[in-house]
């Protein structure tokens, strides 16, 4: 049963500009302005990481400092550690979140540290997050195969989805950070996971890099997983680019949606006229069908 | 239910080079070739029109008598009236295909003739044919939305394509022609046809403009229907540049159909790699996902 309403969670101002050339901190500030404007309620602005490893967030504090909060609007952080929430939420963070992995490898080569490790160093974060009243979201990568291992067992993915349930995160993200899912096996790990997570508590972060998102976020979309991240632009993955990231593009997701009847509280010409604004900014093309196909 | 074996009709070489910046004859044989050689055994190979209309296509007569025929493949042509077909039957075609729209402006406007007076061209077309024993598939354009109409009423695609059906194509190939379908329209159209084409006959021929072809592909899968149209490299619309037809690239199709557990009968690898050739001739960047993923 599909869906009659979808919550989009935007993440373009962090997954997507952390993997694009830098920008200013205007035009950042004017993007996640832009999005709360065409209807985008949840927006992650910024990652509290060290500048170090990602200098593409350097300004992070800045901007949750500076960025026009819109009534209704949650704006969100990643915070990989301790440090990493006192400095978001000092600069304002509505949320935050916390990056977890299905598969071994890649939380080795990511995070420097077994699922195991990792997860003992978020009970810090999660303690200091309730004290200060700040919800917590849980990413979980490489939900539908990992560059060093290949396939991931859905139950593995089930596993680490609940133990980060369980410590308290609101909501739990399944990323398919490598975008080789298939639509099949899309649902079946949805599935495995809302026996563990309830369906309500999950969002969808699917990569479009093989360019199956779309129809696995559909295929998903009838279990009742009614959260979706996406990324306006597709940000965060120059789609004509060897080791593309490629993060769905939110206008091309929205469009689907709509078609679908499914509300979103998102105005689409809005949206691309954000998308199109920042590709300018970075330049380049937009990874967005939709507005290479509306914009003149 | 989904269909364990889907027929892939491979368009790159026709309508995905009639879009492009021409090619040498050679590298379209190359193409054609190396097609076959991944497993296709259904090949658009060249479009009998005036050149002056469509130069891309002029050496349509030296490609059907050059190329390399391999057992088991059909090797077809667009004929859009008895000169075309005549043509193609000296040439040596295999098949051919003639072209009728779901919208009375698209028809005016692309043909020069109403939907009703294009019929009635096509009857000596398929008089012809029928003489010397050579199968005729039906296209449809504009069945989900029309350049100049907006949206298609499903019973007139459903009219057009039984009229086509009836007048003895053995298959109606569905056009998505400007790729503004999304999941549900698309199956609700198939479905309406359905009621007056049997499934089996009939083709999904979905342009990826708007990024929806897989999920649209998807939805469809469901309804029965088992043979799709696509274009090697996403051929006949580039993806960065406005006015793409934006053709479904067959490595991305290919990939989901798999991904499902349903068989082409294709050798992705191979199919990777004829695409990766014809976009080094025509020195763009495929139109692949998955051939940008994959691809060193």
């Known amino acids: 049963m599909m869906p009659t309403k979808v919550s989009i969670f935007e993440v373009g101002a962090r997954d997507g500009l952390q993997n694009e050339k830098a920008v200013t901190t205007a035009d950042k500030l004017l993007l996640i302005d832009k999005l709360g404007a065409a209807g985008l309620t949840r927006i992650e602005a910024g990652s509290f990481v060290s500048p170090k490893w990602v200098p593409?967030?350097?300004?992070?504090?800045?901007?949750?400092?500076?960025?026009?909060?819109?009534?209704?609007?949650v704006y969100s952080a990643l915070t990989p550690n301790l440090k990493g929430l006192e400095l978001a939420l000092d600069a304002g963070a509505d949320e935050v979140a916390i990056f977890g992995a299905a598969s071994q490898s890649f939380s080795q080569r990511n995070i420097n540290c077994s699922i195991e490790e990792s997860i003992e160093r978020f009970i810090p974060v999660m303690?200091?997050?309730?004290?200060?009243?700040?919800?917590?979201?849980?990413?979980?990568?490489?939900?539908?195969?990992?560059?060093?291992?290949?396939?991931?067992?859905?139950?593995?993915?089930?596993?680490?989805?609940?133990i980060l349930y369980k410590m308290g995160c609101y909501e739990i993200s399944l990323g398919d950070t490598i975008g080789v899912g298939t639509?099949?096996?899309?649902?079946?790990?949805?599935?495995?996971?809302?026996?563990?997570?309830?369906?309500?508590?999950?969002?969808?972060?699917?990569?479009?890099?093989?360019?199956?998102?779309?129809?696995?976020?559909?295929?998903?979309?009838?279990?009742?997983?009614?959260v979706i991240d996406s990324?306006?632009?597709?940000?965060?993955?120059?789609?004509?680019?060897?080791?593309a990231s490629g993060n769905l593009a939110t206008e091309d997701l929205v469009y689907m949606l709509h078609g679908l009847g499914i509300d979103t509280?998102?105005?689409?010409?809005?949206?691309?006229?954000?998308?199109?604004?920042?590709?300018?900014?970075?330049?380049r093309a937009s990874g967005s069908k939709v507005a290479l196909a509306t914009t003149a």
């Open 56 to 73: 593409q967030m350097a300004d992070s504090a800045e901007i949750f400092k500076r960025l026009n909060k819109r009534s209704g609007v």
């Open 265 to 283: 509280g998102i105005e689409l010409q809005q949206l691309i006229d954000a998308g199109n604004s920042i590709s300018r900014a970075i330049g």
């Open 231 to 243: 990324s306006v632009a597709g940000l965060g993955g120059c789609p004509y680019a060897k080791g």
């Open 127 to 162: 303690e200091r997050a309730s004290a200060s009243n700040v919800r917590v979201r849980g990413y979980v990568s490489c939900v539908l195969g990992c560059p060093y291992e290949g396939d991931i067992a859905v139950s593995e993915v089930a596993r680490v989805a609940e």
């Open 183 to 226: 639509a099949k096996n899309a649902r079946n790990m949805v599935e495995a996971v809302a026996n563990k997570v309830p369906v309500d508590k999950l969002a969808l972060h699917f990569h479009d890099t093989y360019g199956q998102a779309l129809a696995n976020i559909l295929a998903c979309l009838e279990t009742g997983v009614s």
